[in-house]
């Protein structure tokens, strides 16, 4: 594990700077939590590195959607654009948050998928250490069986 991340509390350790672990990072954000992503791999979304074999998505993209009504406001309509849209995080504020505005394609390329969560890491500041592998979940007691103080991440087995 680097360095910095050595002995620090945080209020919520995150496996993994998947797709998941980006959308917890912004939802503790949002709760005023400490957090840090720990990632194995050297960027966001490594799944996306191998799979689907074919480096297409097999989700679709929905970049256009049926008009939102007039009378809507812009949080009402962002969140009906969310509901037609399978890749966005969801509480992005505005449109350039938003995946469909990096590709047009029905099955958008998986690296596109990607260059989105890494964009969403660096727009939005997230404390993500890379090449942080989690070994090891454990409690920490005052002794065997004392008060549960919390949860040590460790990258020792
Ligand atoms: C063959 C296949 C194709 C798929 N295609 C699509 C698709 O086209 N579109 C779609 O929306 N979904 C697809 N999925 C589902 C897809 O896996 C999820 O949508 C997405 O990857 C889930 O994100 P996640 O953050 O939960 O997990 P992941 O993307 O798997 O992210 C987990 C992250 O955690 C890291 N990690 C794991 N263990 C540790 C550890 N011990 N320490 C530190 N880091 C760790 C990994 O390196 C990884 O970056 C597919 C699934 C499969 C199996």
């Given amino acids: 594990m680097p360095d910095e991340t050595s002995d620090v509390l945080y209020d919520v ?12 990072a912004l939802y503790a954000i949002n ?4 957090y840090v992503v720990l990632e194995r791999s050297h960027h966001c979304g490594s799944f996306f ?3 689907p074999r074919r480096g297409d998505l097999i989700s679709f993209n929905k ?3 049926p008009p939102p009504l007039d009378t809507w ?3 009402q309509r962002l969140d009906y654009k969310l509901k037609f ?6 509480n992005t504020n505005n449109d350039t948050d938003r995946f469909p505005t990096y590709t047009n394609k029905f099955y958008p390329r998986a690296e596109v998928f990607t260059k989105y969560i890494d964009d969403v890491v660096e727009r939005n500041g997230l404390n993500a250490v890379f090449n942080a592998s989690v070994e090891c979940v454990s409690d920490v007691r005052d002794g065997r069986w004392g008060d549960y103080r919390g949860i040590k991440v460790s990258d020792e087995a």
């Fill in 85 to 90: 849209d399978w890749h966005s995080m969801l």
């Fill in 49 to 51: 590195d191998k799979y």
């Fill in 13 to 24: 350790a995150i496996v993994g700077c998947g797709a998941a672990g980006v959308q917890a």
């Fill in 73 to 75: 406001n812009d949080a």
């Fill in 63 to 65: 970049p256009n959607t």
């Fill in 31 to 34: 709760m005023n939590l400490s």
